[in-house]
């Protein structure tokens, strides 16, 4: 499964670069001028704040607190919370995912729970956290777990399933044990595709934190949101979801470059 | 395991995790009775089915030419590109507030959150697979003499078909997970409903019933595109 694009480079990288950035912040501008004038526009968009007034109440947002932290100390609670429960989904999800991919026994425990699992969405989980969990941090963490342990236990699969018999064979005949075969020739193999699974993951988990964060919590981008809703201030909530846009984009951003410096042999 | 954990060792609590006996009589049950959250669950499900289609169809609809567009123009993919990369990870719970203002609690601003869940994939699968076309078969039609367009509509596409695929079973499967987004907001059908309620009423067989529900329908949705992917390949 593929959710990224290919950041396409082109080969006179210095004027399209140029080029790229002047069409982007033509855009952006473009589309902050829309959202400014959109109220005018629309009679029922008039109670969303417009971008004069969330862009400074974001930037003050940086020194002054809302509820009891400032914004980089809300986004590092996500990021934090995101970071547990992505460490753990990921060191579950690729054992069971490799245990699966490579013994049958194994494949026919554990495919039909990732499989039933993997459409459930992570804030369907929100309910059944809370009774197991209460509404601390750990429930948070098991949300974010279950939400993207499946996917990347399915990738991990699909790519330790699909490691190429030939190679196996060749390292077999030429006297490998299959501790040493499963090492050096299965591991590397999926190694793309555990890393599709972790990036789709990731990008996951950080949609999840904002959800379950809305649901109980005193910190955190989700909680900025919903407070601003809950207590009927549209400022405060347009700057919560500025903030996740440009998270979430840096966030996308440091994969696409993580994948293309770690994965250099695979081109496509 | 989980009959054993609960119904047999009673490890945990039948308030906590009903055993998968109370579970399938609850689900059993549900098909006739509306205890407990107005509705019956085929009700329940079918109402959620509507909702995710509709805006799964105006995903598909705006997203897919939109892709193409982006994999094709160098200026649509510089202009949208950016926009579309800030608004990207902004997950469907956190549009509820906006959405909430533009459209009130009714059925459009569900099928806009759906909407907006499926346009993703469909772009982003569009684009990456209009992109991957091969250099020297798109030049090759050129050098045939076939326009810009030709090329769009005999070359491109078709290459991309594939990845077109990819891109509708994901826009299903996620559209059909933001369901409980979705129902979040004011509902009074569906499975996502069906969860938030009996979560106040603290139920828990019936939301592990509208979860499993959920996990088979959407194991069901790409089993069946996945075959009429197979099918429309073969032909």
């Not at chain 1, 547990?84 to 054992?95: E, H, K």
């Not at chain 1, 910190?219 to 009927?232: A, F, H, I, M, P």
């Not at chain 2, 059908?189 to 603290?202: D, E, P, T, V, Y």
Request: glycine fraction near 8%.
């Amino acid at each position: 499964m593929k959710l990224f694009g290919q950041n396409s480079l082109s080969p006179v990288i210095g004027k399209a670069r140029y080029a790229d950035f002047s069409c982007a912040a033509v855009s952006i501008c473009l589309f902050l001028l829309f959202w400014q004038f959109s109220s005018a526009l629309f009679p029922r968009a008039r109670l969303i704040p417009p971008p004069t007034t969330v862009i400074p109440a974001f930037i003050r947002s940086f020194y002054e607190p809302i509820g009891s932290e400032t914004m980089p100390g809300h986004i590092f609670r996500s990021l934090y919370r995101v970071f547990l429960g992505f460490s753990l989904a990921s060191v579950t999800g690729v054992t069971l995912g490799i245990l699966s991919g490579r013994n049958r026994l194994a494949n026919a425990i554990i495919n039909p729970f990732i499989e039933i699992l993997r459409p459930i969405p992570g804030i369907a989980w929100i309910p059944i956290a809370i009774l197991w969990f209460g509404t601390g941090e750990n429930g948070k963490v098991f949300i974010l777990f279950i939400a993207s342990f499946t996917i990347i236990a399915a990738n991990t699969h699909d790519g330790a399933r699909h490691v190429d018999p030939e190679l196996v064979g060749a390292a077999r005949m030429m006297g490998a044990s299959s501790t040493r075969i499963f090492f050096t020739v299965v591991l590397p193999c999926c190694v793309p595709q555990v890393f599709t699974g972790l990036q789709i993951g990731l990008t996951i988990n950080f949609m999840t934190v904002v959800a379950a964060e809305m649901i109980r919590s005193r910190s955190g981008l989700g909680w900025v949101v919903s407070t601003g809703n809950d207590s009927g201030n549209m400022t405060q909530v347009m700057v919560g979801l500025v903030a996740i846009g440009i998270i979430g984009f840096a966030l996308s951003s440091l994969l696409r470059l993580a994948e293309k410096r770690l994965l250099i042999w695979n081109a496509n | 395991m989980w009959h054993l954990a609960t119904d047999v060792w009673h490890l945990t609590s039948p308030k906590l995790l009903p055993g998968p006996v109370k579970v399938f009589e609850d689900f059993i049950a549900k098909f006739s009775s509306k205890r407990s959250d107005g509705a019956t669950l085929p009700d329940h499900t079918w109402s959620s089915l509507v909702l995710v289609l509709k805006g799964y169809f105006f995903g598909v609809l705006v997203g897919m030419p939109l892709g193409i567009m982006m994999g094709w123009s160098k200026w649509v993919r510089r202009f949208i590109r950016p926009l579309f990369d800030l608004l990207r990870p902004i997950p469907p719970v956190g549009w509820l507030p906006v959405v909430l203002i533009l459209f009130g609690i009714g059925q459009e601003g569900k099928v806009f959150i759906i909407f907006f869940a499926t346009l993703m994939p469909c772009v982003l699968n569009a684009y990456s697979g209009i992109t991957q076309t091969g250099e020297s078969l798109l030049t090759l039609a050129q050098s045939f003499g076939a326009g810009r367009v030709k090329q769009l509509f005999f070359v491109a596409i078709p290459s991309a078909l594939p990845q077109l695929f990819t891109g509708l079973r994901t826009a299903l499967s996620t559209s059909w997970a933001t369901l409980v987004a979705a129902e979040m907001l004011a509902a009074q059908k569906g499975l996502g409903h069906m969860i938030q309620i009996n979560r106040m009423n603290s139920n828990p067989s019936y939301i592990i019933v509208a979860m499993l529900v959920i996990g088979v329908t959407g194991a069901l949705f790409s089993l069946v595109l996945g075959l009429a992917e197979k099918l429309l390949r073969r032909s």
